[in-house]
C-alpha cells in the first residue's frame, strides 16, 4: 500500500537527490551488469556523448517555479500551500563547488532570500535578508557533495565510474511511455534507479528510496524533461530545462530553467562568504540539556528543537516530539534522569508539521497518550501506521495503534502542584491549528515557529504568524516566552522581534 500524505518540508536549495536502498533484480550479475551498461552507455550517447559531457566543468541555471509546502502546510489533509521560487545556481563539478541561490515567496508570508555554498569539504548557508551566515554541518556538507554528484547533467557519468554497481531493472511505463530501468549505488551507499524513455535514450527521471521520520518508507522521484542543446565547447549537449520533484508522489518542487549555459568559468567569489556576513555557528547536535522553569518545568533542548516537560504528582507531560526517534529516546532519558520514577504519560504536539511531529512514533511505541487537536488525528494515525522497513524503529518492531485524545480550543492539566493550559490559538498564518504550552504560576508559554528567538544574531523581518501570536498573548499574563527553537526569552523579545521589517532589495 502507497502512503501518500499531504502537508514542505522543505527543501528549498536545487538538490536533486535522496537517501536510498533498493533491491537488486535480473538473473546473473554479469547479464544484468551488461544490460544495465548498455543502457547507460546509450544514455550517454543521446545526452551528446562521453567527450562531450566529459569537457562539461560548470554549469549556470537560472529559473523559476513553485515549491509545494510538503509537512509544512496549513492542513496536513488538504492541498499543499505553494510558494513562488527564483533560482540561480552555480555547480562547479571540475573543482567540487556548488552555490545556489534562492528567492522564495510564499502565498501571504514574508519573503525569504537564501544561498547555499558548498566549497570542497566545507560550506555555509547565508540569509541575504539578515545577513546571518551558518557554517555547515557535516550532514548537510555530506548532502550537498551528494548533490552535486547527482546532478543531472553528471548523473549518467557518476553512474558510470561506479561501473561495478550497474544493474539492470527491465522495463517500466512512466507517463505511458516505455522505459528502460537500472540502478547503480552512489559513493555513500545511497541506491539510485535511471530511467531512460526507451525511443529518445535520455533521462526520463531518477529515483531513490529512503526512511523519512514522518513518511517512513519514502520514494523521492526527480522527472526531467524539456530537454535543451547547450553548448560545450564546439559540442554540445543535451540537458533537461524543466526538473520536477516528488515525494511519495506528491510534487514538493517544480522548476523551469530559462538559462543554461556550460563552462562559462565559475568565478570564485560565487561560493566565498560575503564580507559583511555575521557569522553564527550551526544548532547544536548531540546531548540533551535541561533548563529549570520552575519548581515543574524543564526546558530541553541541546539541538535544532525544543522540548518542554511539566511534572506532576505522579507523570510527566511533554511538549512537542521533533524531529525523529533518535531525539525522542534522548529526551525520554533526560526526563527519567532528571525527575526519577515519573513516566511520561501525554506528549503534545505543536503542530502537524514533520519537524515537529517525527517523534511522536517513539511515544506510540511506549504507550503514551496524544493530546492534540481533531484536525490532526488521521494525521497522527497514518504517521503510526507508516512503513519503516529501511530503518526499523521502535513501532515498527512492537507495531501498535496510536492512544490519542482531542481537544478543541484549550485543554487543562492541573493536579496540586499547578497547571498546565494547552491552548489551540489558531488559525494562524503559519498552520490553521497552532497549539501554546501555557504555565500561569510561572506566567510562560512555550511556542513553536510563531516566534523564533535566535540563539545569536538578529531576528528576521516580522512576518503575520508572529503578529497573530502576539495578539493572542494579550489574553495572557507572560514574562518568559520558551520557544521551540533558539533561546529563552522576554516580551521585550517579542517587543523588539515585532519591530524588525523587510530591507529594500537584500543582497
Do not use: C, W
Amino acid at each position: 500500500m502507497k502512503l501518500r500524505m499531504r502537508g514542505a518540508t522543505p527543501a528549498i536549495a536545487f538538490l536533486f537527490a535522496g537517501l536510498a536502498a533498493s533491491p537488486l533484480f535480473g538473473g546473473s550479475a554479469a547479464t544484468s551488469y551488461n544490460e544495465a551498461r548498455q543502457v547507460l552507455d546509450a544514455g550517454i550517447k543521446a545526452m551528446g556523448g562521453l567527450e562531450a559531457l566529459q569537457a562539461l566543468k560548470d554549469l549556470r541555471r537560472v529559473g523559476t517555479g513553485t515549491g509545494y509546502n510538503q509537512g509544512q502546510s496549513l492542513l496536513p489533509d488538504a492541498a499543499l500551500t505553494t510558494r513562488a521560487m527564483e533560482i540561480t545556481s552555480v555547480q562547479d563539478f571540475a573543482r567540487g563547488r556548488s552555490s545556489t541561490e534562492v528567492t522564495n515567496v510564499p502565498t501571504g508570508g514574508i519573503m525569504t532570500k537564501t544561498r547555499a555554498v558548498l566549497s570542497g569539504d566545507s560550506g555555509f548557508g547565508y540569509s541575504l535578508v539578515t545577513r546571518v551566515l551558518t557554517p555547515s554541518a557535516p550532514g548537510a556538507v555530506a548532502g550537498a557533495k551528494a548533490a552535486l554528484r547527482r546532478d543531472p547533467a553528471v548523473l549518467l557519468l557518476t553512474a558510470r565510474s561506479r561501473a561495478e554497481t550497474l544493474r539492470s531493472l527491465g522495463d517500466e511505463t512512466v507517463d505511458g511511455k516505455r522505459n528502460r530501468v537500472i540502478t547503480f549505488a552512489d559513493s555513500d551507499g545511497t541506491q539510485t534507479g535511471l530511467y531512460f524513455d526507451a525511443d529518445t535514450g535520455l533521462l526520463s527521471k531518477f529515483d531513490t528510496l529512503a526512511d523519512n521520520a514522518a513518511l517512513g518508507d519514502a520514494v523521492t522521484e526527480n522527472i526531467l524533461s524539456d530537454y535543451r542543446d547547450v553548448a560545450v565547447g564546439s559540442a554540445r549537449v543535451r540537458l533537461p530545462a524543466r526538473v520536477v520533484t516528488k515525494v511519495n508522489g506528491d510534487v514538493t518542487q517544480d522548476l523551469k530553467f530559462t538559462v543554461i549555459e556550460a563552462n562559462t568559468g565559475a568565478r570564485d567569489d560565487a561560493f566565498a562568504a560575503p564580507a559583511d556576513a555575521q557569522t553564527i555557528p550551526p544548532a547544536p547536535t548531540g546531548a540533551v540539556t535541561v533548563t529549570k522553569l520552575g519548581e515543574r518545568a524543564y526546558l530541553l533542548a541541546g539541538g535544532s528543537h525544543n522540548s518542554l516537560a511539566v511534572v506532576f504528582d505522579d507523570h510527566v507531560v511533554v511538549v512537542e516530539a521533533p524531529l525523529n526517534e533518535e531525539r525522542s529516546l534522548a529526551v525520554m532519558a533526560k526526563i527519567a534522569e532528571t525527575v526519577p520514577g515519573k513516566p511520561i504519560k501525554y506528549v503534545v504536539p505543536t503542530h502537524y508539521h514533520f519537524d515537529h511531529s517525527g517523534g511522536l512514533r517513539t511515544y506510540v511505541a511506549k504507550g503514551v497518550t496524544i493530546v492534540t487537536t481533531p484536525g490532526n488525528t488521521a494525521f497522527v494515525e497514518r504517521l503510526a501506521a507508516a512503513p519503516h522497513t529501511i530503518r526499523p524503529d521502535s513501532l515498527s518492531r512492537e507495531p501498535r495503534k496510536p492512544v490519542i485524545e482531542t481537544f478543541t480550543g484549550k485543554r487543562v492539566f492541573r493536579d496540586a502542584t499547578g497547571t498546565l493550559e494547552v491552548i489551540d490559538i489558531g488559525p494562524s498564518p503559519h498552520v490553521t491549528e497552532a497549539v501554546i504550552a501555557y504555565l500561569p504560576k510561572e506566567k510562560a508559554v512555550f511556542v513553536a515557529d510563531l516566534f523564533t528567538i535566535p540563539v545569536q544574531g538578529p531576528f528576521p523581518p516580522a512576518n503575520p504568524a508572529l503578529v497573530h501570536f502576539s495578539d493572542k498573548l494579550k489574553t495572557l499574563a507572560v514574562d518568559t516566552i520558551v520557544p521551540a527553537h533558539g533561546r529563552i526569552g522576554t516580551m521585550e523579545d517579542l517587543k523588539a522581534a515585532l519591530a524588525v521589517k523587510m530591507p529594500q532589495n537584500p543582497q
